[in-house]
Antibody, heavy 123, light 106 residues
Framework: QLQLQESGPGLVKPSETLSLTCTVS??????????WGWIRQPPGKGLEWIGS???????YYNPSLKSRVTISVDTSKNQFSLKLSSVTAADTAVYYC???????????????WGQGTLVTVSS | SYELTQPPSVSVSPGQTARITCSGD??????AYWYQQKSGQAPVLVIY???KRPSGIPERFSGSSSGTMATLTISGAQVEDEADYYC?????????FGGGTKLTVL
């Protein structure tokens, strides 16, 4: 059974960089059939797609976050990571990692999700 | 930026049919997907590619799309279906979620 687990600091100071890692078990991140991505949800609010990465390193980012986001993949560790720079209180959210299905060679819907991790931006 | 519009809330009695809509300009050309999110849990995919149901999702969940509107239908809604529902789609510049609809079944 595929499992995804987010890890990283739960508290980040304003203007610093948020860093999270997603560890995939029960399946290979090097599969040609999936993308891997990040989605976030501020407390009490809706979902926001952040970006997605293929095992080869090909990425898609949310245009509204693109200037601050970097998603990378480490196939040797079966992990992928998120870095979000220059964070503010508006970046406080539950961050989910997820597996995306493929549609015509680009990422489509997330079908497996991690449990999510709350990251708070505060001094 | 692209937006998907959902009603904030829908309320039905148990056994009734619940319909949740999602409006977006690119929906005539792009698939819609639907997620169910119960309190404190990660979202679960209930409909993909407009109308397909993943394995393990009850048959009472169905989806359709016509023009600029996609619809999630829950036929014979049950108390355990009470949750937030989000549509998800793209306009080719990126993927977006609708604002979410809180379904109350009581």
């Amino acid at each position: 059974q595929l499992q995804l687990q987010e890890s990283g600091p739960g508290l980040v100071k304003p203007s610093e960089t948020l860093s999270l890692t997603c560890t995939v078990s029960g399946g290979s991140i090097s599969s040609s059939s999936y993308y891997w991505g990040w989605i976030r949800q501020p407390p009490g609010k809706g979902l926001e797609w952040i970006g997605s990465i293929y095992y080869s390193g090909s990425t898609y980012y949310n245009p509204s976050l693109k200037s601050r986001v970097t998603i990378s993949v480490d196939t040797s560790k079966n992990q992928f990571s998120l870095k979000l720079s220059s964070v503010t209180a508006a970046d406080t959210a539950v961050y989910y990692c997820a597996r995306h299905t493929l549609l015509f060679g680009v990422p489509a819907a997330p079908d497996y999700w991690g449990q999510g991790t709350l990251v708070t931006v505060s001094s | 930026s692209y937006e998907l519009t959902q009603p904030p809330s829908v309320s039905v009695s148990p056994g009734q049919t619940a319909r949740i809509t999602c409006s977006g300009d690119a929906l005539p050309k792009k698939y819609a997907y639907w997620y169910q999110q119960k309190s404190g849990q990660a979202p679960v995919l209930v409909i993909y590619e407009d109308s397909k149901r993943p394995s393990g999702i009850p048959e009472r969940f169905s989806g359709s799309s016509s023009g600029t509107m996609a619809t999630l239908t829950i036929s014979g809604a049950q108390v355990e279906d009470e949750a937030d529902y989000y549509c998800y789609s793209t306009d080719s510049s990126g993927w977006v979620f609708g604002g979410g609809t809180k379904l109350t079944v009581l």
